[in-house]
């Protein structure tokens, strides 16, 4: 366990993962988010609380959420001694305190939840900006698609028409925009209840060349099973994002390795009707109840759409 842990937080002192992200706007008008300034009382708190869920995690064996931790780790503390024996006794800690009291252990979505609430305080990973959009998205969004999902079949817009789809980009190596995106994403099911079987939501990676599949697989299935990971060729993830007026590129840092880059991207959640319309755009961080209210309008609106695919 501690050889582990060790080896752990070696890998994390080592360097940081190049995984910035920071969405462009469609439209012109923008506000850049001030950058968060690092607090170094907040920091420690919030490692401790990563330490802990990483060590109940390790007890249930949930790979992926410790694989979450990690990542959380290595993109947004600061590579210091102190917060790294701050995480391994925290670690420590939880994984005792789960392995001794045998509680039924989290599921694998609340587990991530709460990691990324916890990484709330923690400072922007590199490159990262975040730009809030202050009106809709500009006329011309073309709802049209052909993607790879994450059981590798080719599908397009049309298998899904008879439901609403909510669609949007993002890669999995973001380290705050994309899954808060996911958590609201979640959310917006639930608040749907038997509502969200008409809805369809998916995440298209604009990152293929490090999202592959079974990566795309377990990070959706964080957040909720039925969010449908989907990627494909570059050139098929270019003219998707171009139709849905989708911007991204790389940035990478000078002397960095060929896969340690960040994307920036453009953020926010698309509404697709069931005949594949584009409805609206949902800017990000528009509160998730007003998303979940717009789109179950929406269907009652449309009382005869199917609920099966």
């Not at 990690?70 to 701050?86: A, D, F, Q, W």
């Not at 270019?238 to 960095?256: C, H, I, L, Q």
Request: glycine share 8%; with cysteine; charged share 20%.
């Amino acid at each position: 366990m501690r050889q582990f842990l060790l080896l752990f937080f070696f890998v994390v002192l080592a360097g940081t993962v190049g995984a910035g992200d920071r969405p462009i706007s469609t439209i012109s008008s923008v506000s850049p988010i001030a950058p968060k300034v690092a607090d170094p009382a907040a920091i420690a708190a919030a490692v401790q609380e990563l330490g802990g869920i990483n060590g109940v995690a390790l007890a249930c064996g949930q790979k992926e959420v410790v694989a979450r931790a990690k990542t959380l780790m290595i993109m947004r503390v600061p590579k210091t001694r102190e917060y790294g024996e701050i995480f391994e006794k925290a670690t420590n800690d939880g994984f005792l305190s789960q392995s001794v009291s045998r509680q039924p252990c989290p599921k694998r979505a609340t587990a991530v939840a709460q990691l990324e609430t916890a990484a709330r305080p923690l400072p922007a990973a590199p490159s990262h900006q975040a730009i809030t959009e202050t009106a809709a998205p500009a006329v011309g969004v073309n709802p049209r698609y052909l993607l790879q999902d994450t059981n590798g079949r080719a599908f397009m817009d049309s298998d899904y028409h008879g439901r609403f789809q909510l669609i949007t980009f993002g890669y999995t190596f973001c380290p705050d925009i994309c899954p808060t995106t996911l958590i609201e994403m979640a959310e917006v099911l639930k608040l749907l209840g038997a509502d969200a079987a008409r809805l369809q939501p998916i995440f298209v990676s604009v990152d293929p060349e490090r999202d592959t599949l079974d990566v795309l697989r377990i990070y959706t299935g964080f957040f909720d099973n039925r969010i449908l990971g989907a990627t494909a060729s570059p050139e098929l993830v270019r003219r998707t994002a171009d139709n849905f007026k989708v911007r991204y590129e790389k940035v990478s840092e000078p002397g960095a390795a060929p896969l340690q880059y960040s994307v920036d991207h453009s953020a926010g959640m698309y509404l697709l009707g069931p005949r594949g319309e584009f409805i609206t755009k949902f800017g990000y961080a528009t509160p998730v109840a007003d998303v979940a209210a717009r789109i179950r309008a929406h269907i009652s609106q449309a009382p005869n759409a199917p609920a099966g695919n």
